[in-house]
């Protein structure tokens, strides 16, 4: 494909957009570029004390907890491991910061405060904050 002025007019204009931080999230900080590594490493990129939980061949997983609050980090051997996980955590609701092969699982303020650090995408899990609750069953996020 050959570009074209008007094509890298509306390319540059794209990315100009994107580095001003258009949208409702315009004042919050920049977000580095993610990390990766062990989950020892990212621990110490937050700085948290991991308590290991669970430590497989396929996943590794810790509570952690720094100045910034409680949160659960995940390590995985691969990335579709990773995304099953991802998928079936998400019934439960909560909010996930996703990395290549990680991912940190907080409150939403946490899990802000971790991708300052860590960079990575934040991904929502499902609301049931709108369910009514039938028969004593109740809904509990992560």
């Known amino acids: 494909m050959r570009w074209t002025r008007p ?3 509306v390319s540059g204009a794209v990315t100009v957009l994107a580095l ?3 949208g409702s999230d315009g004042d919050r900080a920049a977000v580095p570029e993610t990390a990766t590594g062990s989950l020892e490493h990212l621990a110490a990129e937050v700085r948290c004390e991991p308590d290991m939980q669970t430590d497989e061949d396929e996943i590794r997983q810790a509570l952690c907890e720094n100045t ?3 949160f659960v980090l995940a390590t995985f051997a691969t990335d579709r491991g990773q995304r099953e996980w991802i998928n ?4 439960y ?3 996930y910061l ?3 092969k990680w991912v940190a699982v907080g409150d939403t303020p946490v899990v802000r405060a971790l991708q300052t650090t860590l960079g990575g995408d934040i991904e929502e899990g499902v609301d049931h904050s709108g369910h009514e609750k039938s028969g ?3 809904h509990s996020a992560h």
């Open 20 to 22: 001003a931080g258009c």
């Open 88 to 91: 079936g955590a998400k019934d």
């Open 68 to 70: 910034d609050g409680r």
């Open 7 to 9: 094509m890298l007019a």
């Open 98 to 100: 996703v990395g290549r």
């Open 136 to 138: 004593g069953a109740t």
């Open 93 to 95: 609701g909560g909010h």
